[in-house]
T-cell receptor, first 113, second 111 residues
């Protein structure tokens, strides 16, 4: 089945130790998004790629970076995780623009020790 | 900036009841509104997508309506079942590939 896949599902890292989260999609969608969701809060958009064009949200900390080497894959890099970065990280795709339906992966739960 | 509100934050109903979840948004300049379901510790599952030109969408026991001018959407769930227990989120999209989410309604259906 076509889908959005996130690896790993659970990630534990130490304070300040860089970590990379992975997302892949078989939908061949142009747009890929990364969201951060903390407990009982709404998902918060960090950034998105429209094809190779990177779009950063104004309030996304510099500590968060992203790479999209090809259509199928997108990575979230957290350069120096702090305790406040512990959250669920959700990857989503849409075919072209905001007028299209979003499809989400299962998420990666990040714990920072 | 778009703000999305969902009321109530939590809802508990006995099995078999029909129920309505509410979503409101402050800026009517949207492309679409999407309803999602989220189970604890999981990702979001898309339930229904309503384009800005549409008034409602139906899928099985679910019916979503959209009144763009008043900034409101409702999700109607008929004949609720324990398996419907989850958090339901709405999200609106606007220009620039922007999506804004509500904080969700946590639904518990009691057998």
């Amino acid at each position: 089945d076509a889908m959005v896949i996130q690896n790993p599902r659970y990630q534990v890292t130490q304070f300040g130790k860089p970590v990379t989260l992975s997302c892949s999609q078989t939908l061949n969608h142009n747009v890929m998004y990364w969201y951060q969701q903390k407990s009982s809060q709404a998902p918060k958009l960090l950034f998105h790629y429209y094809d190779k064009d990177f779009n950063n949200e104004a309030d996304t900390p510099d500590n968060f970076q992203s790479r999209r080497p090809n259509t199928s894959f997108c990575f979230l890099d957290i350069r120096s995780p702090g305790l406040g970065d512990a959250a669920m990280y959700l990857c989503a795709t849409s075919r072209d623009s905001a007028s299209n339906e979003q499809f989400f992966g299962p998420g990666t739960r990040l714990t920072v020790l | 900036k778009q703000e999305v509100t969902q009321i109530p934050a939590a809802l508990s109903v006995p099995e078999g009841e029909n129920l309505v979840l509410n979503c409101s948004f402050t800026d009517s300049a949207i492309y679409n509104l999407q309803w999602f379901r989220q189970d604890p510790g999981k990702g979001l599952t898309s339930l229904l997508l309503i384009q800005s030109s549409q008034r409602e969408q139906t899928s099985g026991r679910l019916n979503a309506s959209l009144d763009k001018s008043s900034g409101r959407s409702t999700l109607y769930i008929a004949a609720s079942q324990p398996g419907d227990s989850a958090t339901y989120l709405c999200a609106v999209s606007s220009s620039g590939n922007q999506f804004y989410f509500g904080t969700g309604t946590s639904l518990t259906v009691i057998p």
